[in-house]
Nanobody, 126 residues
Framework: QVQLVESGGGLVQAGGSLRLSCVVS????????MGWFRQTPGKEREFVAA????????DYADSVKGRFTISRDNAKNTVYLQMSSLKPEDTAVYYC???????WGIGRSQDEYVYWGQGTQVTVSS
């Protein structure tokens, strides 16, 4: 079956950096778009970033644009989220997800993603 395993979360001071990784198994990774989402207690899960199957096209939420970078290594079945200039409001559980069907596009809607990781906690202290 398809599995997504995130890693790289942790505690960091404001202004610091973290890199999240998500390894996908059980499907041909290079055929699917990938996304990162995040969720804090009491709030709905929100879109963070997405990347096309070939890694050429990326999209970001306005709140992270210019600070976060999504990338992927299709040879390693891995998608990354490089987070810099972190703010306390970036504190959340971060989830990676893969699209339902093979696609060249990217999307912001959770409905477009069918498989999800277990999440990794990112905590930014002020």
């Amino acid at each position: 079956q398809v599995q997504l395993v995130e890693s790289g979360g942790g505690l960091v001071q404001a202004g610091g950096s973290l890199r999240l990784s998500c390894v996908v198994s059980g499907r041909t990774f290079s055929k699917y778009g990938m996304g990162w989402f995040r969720q804090t207690p009491g709030k709905e899960r929100e879109f963070v970033a997405a990347i096309s199957r070939d890694g050429i096209v990326a999209d970001y939420a306005d709140s992270v644009k210019g600070r976060f970078t999504i990338s992927r290594d299709n040879a390693k079945n891995t998608v990354y989220l490089q987070m810099s200039s972190l703010k306390p409001e970036d504190t959340a559980v971060y989830y990676c997800a893969t699209t339902d069907a093979p696609t060249w596009g990217i999307g912001r809607s959770q409905d477009e993603y069918v498989y999800w990781g277990q999440g990794t906690q990112v905590t930014v202290s002020s």
